[in-house]
């Protein structure tokens, strides 16, 4: 079955970096689309980027544009996500998920079947 294990969370002050990782078993990882999305407590868990199956087409949410990048290694089957001058609002739980098959970059959660557990990233003022 399909297993996605992030890590790269961890707590930061205002304006610094993370790496956040996904390790993606069980698919042909090379062939989906995948993304990122995050959740705070008692709110819906919302969209953060997304990254087609071929690596060349990206999406990303209004509110990270600028300080975040998605990228892919389809030799490692791992999914980046690089954060820069993180804010206090980017705290939250971080998730990557499985897309479409030979899918785009998109930003509807319906769009993905299998997610992971999650990384906490807290961010201090």
């Known amino acids: 079955q399909v297993q996605l294990v992030e890590s790269g969370g961890g707590m930061v002050q205002a304006g610094g970096s993370l790496r956040l990782s996904c390790l993606a078993s069980g698919l042909n990882f090379k062939t989906y689309a995948m993304g990122w999305f995050r959740q705070v407590p008692g709110k819906e868990r919302e969209f953060v980027a997304a990254?087609?199956?071929?690596?060349?087409?990206?999406a990303y949410a209004d509110s990270v544009r600028g300080r975040v990048t998605i990228s892919r290694d389809n030799a490692k089957n791992t999914v980046d996500l690089q954060m820069n001058s993180l804010k206090p609002e980017d705290t939250a739980t971080y998730y990557c998920?499985?897309?479409?098959?030979?899918?785009?970059?998109?930003?509807?959660?319906?769009?993905?079947?299998?997610w992971g557990q999650g990384t906490q990233v807290t961010v201090s003022s």
């Open positions: 998920a499985v897309g479409l098959q030979y899918g785009g970059p998109t930003k509807v959660i319906g769009s993905y079947a299998s």
């Open positions: 990254l087609n199956w071929v690596g060349g087409a990206t």
